[in-house]
């Protein structure tokens, strides 16, 4: 199906003069708003895109923004899929494999999170350094390489270093609230117990969240260039968890949004 959607959306693009896109970005819950201007700009519904799982969750446009940067291809993925939805891990990637599909060679990948770490604040930007999967299942699983040899992958050095290197140094000349660290992924759709949160805390977590995980193994699998960023939505007393919902989660997201399009525009510009 990556095929037909690949050659839907080229057709798009052919009619719109448009390059095909060398550089994407995934913006998740509330989150829309930090997409940056495009030259030639052109939407299409995820919905008619061929083999497009159809899942939605409040916060989530479904869009696919289309134009040029500086003359470079780019696309903008407004909302994400997530395993909590029903979906297998193969229909979550799908979004990712079309991109690799269309061309794509970097992406930069945004979230909403929840802070583990008791220096981060709501608002504050989580460069992702690494990650710890606890979703329960790896989105490579069942996959093989061309030789038929299942799908072993090296994810020592999966999320970009030196692009990471580059947004802390800007984000100390710019005063931006951003510190790496190591995000965990869970399936959801619950939040976090009291004693859940202790140990994500214990193992090395810095932020939890109930995506972008698969999404940048496959990336990384496919050879795209992986950059993450998790917004702070939201701050867990690992003592006493206090009640949190979506809608708070959105809010708090949404409040991030022009902050993180100040550091997508910076990664376009590198």
């Given at each position: ?12 693009l ?41 899942c ?20 903008e ?16 990637t ?12 970097k ?11 008791p ?27 061309p ?12 999320y970009d270093?030196?692009?990471?290197d ?8 710019c ?16 939040y ?11 193992v090395g ?5 109930m ?10 699998y ?5 950059t ?8 867990w007393?690992?003592r ?31």
């Amino acid at each position: 199906m990556e095929r037909e959607a690949r050659d839907f959306l080229s057709s798009h693009l052919h009619e719109a003069g448009l390059p095909a896109p060398r550089m994407a970005v995934v913006l998740g819950s509330g989150l829309g708003e930090a997409a940056p201007e495009l030259d030639n700009a052109v939407d299409v519904d995820c919905r008619d895109v061929p083999g497009w799982p159809e899942c939605s969750v409040p916060g989530h446009a479904g869009i696919m923004r289309f134009g040029a940067r500086k003359g470079l291809g780019v696309l903008e993925q407004l909302g994400r899929l997530h395993y909590y939805e029903g979906l297998d891990m193969g229909a979550v990637t799908f979004p990712v494999r079309v991109m690799a599909a269309l061309g794509v060679e970097k992406v930069f990948m945004a979230n909403a999170a929840g802070a583990l770490n008791p220096v981060y604040e709501r608002g504050y930007l989580m460069l992702v350094r690494d990650h710890i999967n606890l979703m329960g299942g790896s989105p490579l699983r069942g996959m093989r390489d061309p030789s038929g040899c299942p799908a072993f992958l090296d994810v020592s050095s999966l999320y970009d270093g030196e692009a990471g290197d580059v947004l802390m140094e800007k984000s100390k000349a710019c005063g931006w609230p951003m510190e790496g660290g190591v995000l965990v992924g869970v399936s959801g759709p619950t939040y976090e117990t009291g004693a859940e949160l202790r140990y994500m805390r214990l193992v090395g977590g810095d932020a939890v969240s109930m995506s972008m995980v698969p999404e940048a193994l496959v990336a990384h699998y496919l050879g795209i260039t992986v950059t993450a960023v998790s917004v702070i939505t939201n701050i867990w007393d690992l003592r006493m968890p206090h009640a949190i919902s979506h809608r708070k989660v959105l809010d708090t997201a949404m409040e991030a949004a022009p902050l993180l399009r100040e550091v997508v525009t910076a990664w376009f510009d590198m």
